[in-house]
């Protein structure tokens, strides 16, 4: 069974701080994508890494796809209160459908 | 360019009941699936449709949860004689191809079972 783990869960920082999170597995992904939920809201698309190594960047957040396609991370520069939420970590498997980590619940205060 | 459309964004039923989640995906996306989002429990895949095809359901329950994509009309995800435990939101997300480089999900729709 392909598992992903995601850390932290919660992460309450200051505007203006740096932060990681982190996403791990046992298991070799084809692709490892990453998404951002509001409340309420479907989980939105931030970035898709497919290369082992492969780093990603989308203004003040930067992806990393470990070299064995096992693990993942993301960066989060100089935080800003519009940040909040939950990042979720996803690797697809087999057929296409979607392992997801347990999601890492991001607070940034002003 | 209408995203993923989903229907009801909230649905309450009464224990026993029949719950019918309906879900319309992107212009030109020909592959469909759900995942059920609980509490503490993060996503689970359920349903990988394509039109009038089911192609994996491994993830969903073998009784009282059924899945289809006609070749007219959305993809609608059904829940026989609803219990609470089913209560949880449900999100479609569609892909043109395997989803290999990402999906777009819809809204979801919340189910509460009285």
């Known amino acids: 069974t392909q598992l992903l783990e995601q850390s932290p869960q919660f992460l309450s920082i200051q505007e203006g701080e740096n932060l990681t999170v982190y996403c791990n597995s046992s298991?070799?992904?084809?692709?490892l994508q990453w998404y951002r939920q509001e409340p309420g809201e479907g989980p939105v698309l931030l970035v898709t890494?497919?290369?082992?190594?492969e780093v990603k960047k989308l203004k003040r957040l930067t992806f990393q796809f470990g070299d064995a396609r096992k693990d993942s991370s993301l960066h989060i520069t100089a935080a800003q209160t519009g940040d909040t939420g939950l990042y979720l970590c996803?690797?697809?498997?087999?057929?296409?459908?979607?392992?997801f980590g347990q999601g890492t619940e991001l607070s940034v205060k002003p | 360019n209408a995203g993923v459309m989903q229907n009801p964004r909230h649905l309450v039923r009464r224990r026993g009941q029949e719950a019918r989640l309906r879900c319309s995906p992107m212009?030109?996306?020909?592959?469909v699936y759900w995942y059920r989002q609980l509490p503490e429990e993060g996503l689970k895949f359920m349903v990988y449709?394509?039109?009038?095809?089911?192609?994996?359901e491994s993830g969903m329950p073998k009784e009282r949860f059924s899945a289809e994509f006609p070749k007219e009309g959305p993809s609608i995800l059904r829940i026989q004689q609803v219990v609470r435990g089913d209560s949880a939101a449900y999100f479609c997300?569609?892909?043109?191809?395997?989803?290999?480089?990402?999906?777009?999900f819809g809204s979801g729709t919340r189910l509460t079972v009285v």
């Open positions: 997300a569609s892909s043109q191809g395997t989803g290999f480089f990402g999906y777009t």
């Open positions: 298991s070799v992904f084809s692709s």
């Open positions: 890494v497919v290369t082992g190594g």
């Open positions: 996803a690797g697809a498997a087999q057929g296409g459908k979607l392992i």
């Open positions: 212009k030109g996306h020909s592959h």
């Open positions: 449709l394509q039109k009038e095809n089911i192609i994996d």
